[in-house]
């Protein structure tokens, strides 16, 4: 609706600058985002993931999963994009400015890793969900130094890949609220960022007791590091 649509963007802080353009949210969006700024495209990508239809694009040579996942997340109501190496994923990514990413660690020409990374050259908040059979914390450690959000072991089991979705749409809502709050966000410790903190730190307030780091990843849907 008209009203979920504003509220999504005031929390993104887009209000601001939408109802400065001369049609207001009438205003069509060129494709890429064109017509506004980075900083503008950022904050709608916002908004478009609290509305809970997030765009998604899926990096994966397998064309088997790709399909698999295309169907999952049309079901949820999700946009799905897809590509079968990092340079088409770039290619996608720059054309059709994704709310989240899911991609996989053994890729042809350019690695998992490496796209990664190459990604967050481009945007430094997108979600980035890695994929991987590599059950090794040197993988692990590799792709968190290249910017990964999050871990989903193969196979894919579809239950955990939508919750994880899920959870990074919250924590992208929370992010956004926090930065209303705060006026543009608290400052965190590198590896973490305040919606992810908010979550652990109200899951400890209800809990009222220690907890073990499995619990509160269980509690608050967010994941282990891989080990």
Not at 17 to 22: D, E, G, K, N
Not at 64 to 92: C, H, N, P, T
Not at 119 to 125: A, F, K, S
């Amino acid at each position: 609706t008209d009203e979920e649509l504003i509220h999504a963007c005031r929390l993104a802080q887009a209000d601001e600058f939408v109802t400065q353009f001369p049609d207001g949210y009438d205003t069509y969006i060129e494709q890429g985002g064109t017509n506004v700024s980075g900083g503008q495209k950022q904050r709608l990508c916002i908004a478009r993931a609290i509305l809970k239809k997030p765009k998604i694009l899926m990096i994966d040579d397998d064309e088997q999963i790709l399909f698999a996942m295309k169907a999952v997340f049309e079901y949820q109501g999700w946009e799905s994009l897809s590509a079968q190496d990092v340079l088409g994923g770039l290619r996608l990514f720059r054309s059709e400015k994704p709310d989240l990413i899911l991609i996989d660690y053994h890729l042809p020409r350019i690695n998992g890793i490496k796209g990664v990374q190459m990604i967050r050259e481009l945007d430094g908040e997108i979600p980035i969900i890695v994929f991987t059979i590599d059950e090794s914390q040197e993988v692990a450690d590799r792709f968190i130094e290249a910017g990964a959000s999050d871990f989903a072991l193969k196979p894919i089991k579809v239950p955990d890949i939508i919750s994880r979705i899920r959870l990074h749409i919250r924590l992208m809502e929370a992010e956004a609220k926090l930065g209303n709050q705060d006026g543009g966000g608290r400052k965190q410790a590198k590896g973490i960022v305040s919606a992810t903190s908010e979550l652990i730190e109200d899951c400890l307030r209800r809990s009222g007791e220690f907890l073990a780091v499995e619990t509160i990843a269980e509690q608050t849907g967010l994941a282990c590091q891989t080990t």
